[in-house]
């Protein structure tokens, strides 16, 4: 059974860089689309970024476009989250989900494994 793990959250003064990373499990892991989503306190789950099995297309939330880019290395089967001028309407925890496509998906539906999470906190 395929197992996601997120790692790399913590607290960052506002305009700072974080990187999180998602390690899978499983040989299928560059077979699909991976995505980071992200809840924070008080609001539902949101799309943040996805990357398509191959890596040649990725899509963005406006929130984060810009500011965040997605990666992956399906050699290493893991995934990326480079965090860049953080904002602490970035605070929340940070998810990673493996599609059930190749298609970089932007919502929940798309994705059918998730990590437990990482938080990141941004103080301003």
């Known amino acids: 059974q395929v197992q996601l793990e997120e790692s790399g959250g913590g607290l960052v003064q506002a305009g700072g860089s974080l990187r999180l990373s998602c390690a899978g499990s499983?040989?299928?892991?560059?077979?699909?689309?991976m995505a980071w989503f992200r809840r924070a306190p008080g609001k539902e789950r949101e799309f943040v970024a996805s990357?398509?099995?191959?890596?040649?297309?990725?899509r963005y939330s406006d929130s984060v476009k810009g500011r965040f880019t997605i990666s992956r290395d399906n050699a290493k089967s893991t995934m990326s989250l480079h965090m860049n001028d953080l904002i602490p309407e970035d605070t929340a925890v940070y998810y990673c989900?493996?599609?059930?496509?190749?298609?970089?998906?932007?919502?929940?539906?798309?994705?059918?494994?998730w990590g437990q999470g990482t938080q990141v906190n941004v103080s301003s």
């Open positions: 989900a493996r599609g059930w496509t190749t298609i970089p998906h932007t919502t929940e539906g798309g994705y059918d494994v």
């Open positions: 499983g040989p299928t892991f560059g077979d699909y689309a």
């Open positions: 990357i398509s099995w191959s890596g040649d297309s990725t």
